[in-house]
């Protein structure tokens, strides 16, 4: 079985700085692809970051030069650092990992429970 947890949520006056973990722990063989989602209610869920399996890393538009998505493979764990932060990064944050279980079969995604951040004064 595979746990996805994120952590670091909070509320934020605007310009301010949060920093988003997520690990992945349980019987997993390897994590591949770890990314970033956020979602506003009644709109779809989008990608902010994504922190490839061959250590590429890719952001929305939105967030570029803002945001920094890292990993710490060691500790199946990816980190969000998000600066300058604007009400309009309000969302609730969730945390996606590539994993293969078994070293045969293809990997799954699995996600995290979310974690709400709000940018607000």
């Known amino acids: 079985q595979v746990q996805v947890v994120e952590s670091g949520g909070g509320l934020v006056q605007p310009g301010g700085s949060l920093r988003l973990s997520c690990a992945a722990s349980g019987s997993i063989f390897r994590v591949y692809d770890m990314a970033w989602f956020r979602q506003v209610p009644g709109e779809s869920r989008e990608l902010v970051a994504l922190?490839?399996?061959?250590?590429?890393?890719d952001y929305a538009r939105a967030v570029k030069g803002r945001f920094t998505i890292s990993r710490d493979n060691a500790k199946n764990t990816v980190y969000l650092q998000m600066n300058s932060l604007k009400p309009e990064d309000t969302a609730v944050y969730y945390c996606k990992a590539e994993i293969k279980v078994l070293e045969v079969g293809p990997p799954y995604n699995h996600w995290g429970q979310g974690t709400q951040v709000t940018v607000s004064s």
């Open positions: 922190s490839t399996n061959f250590g590429t890393r």
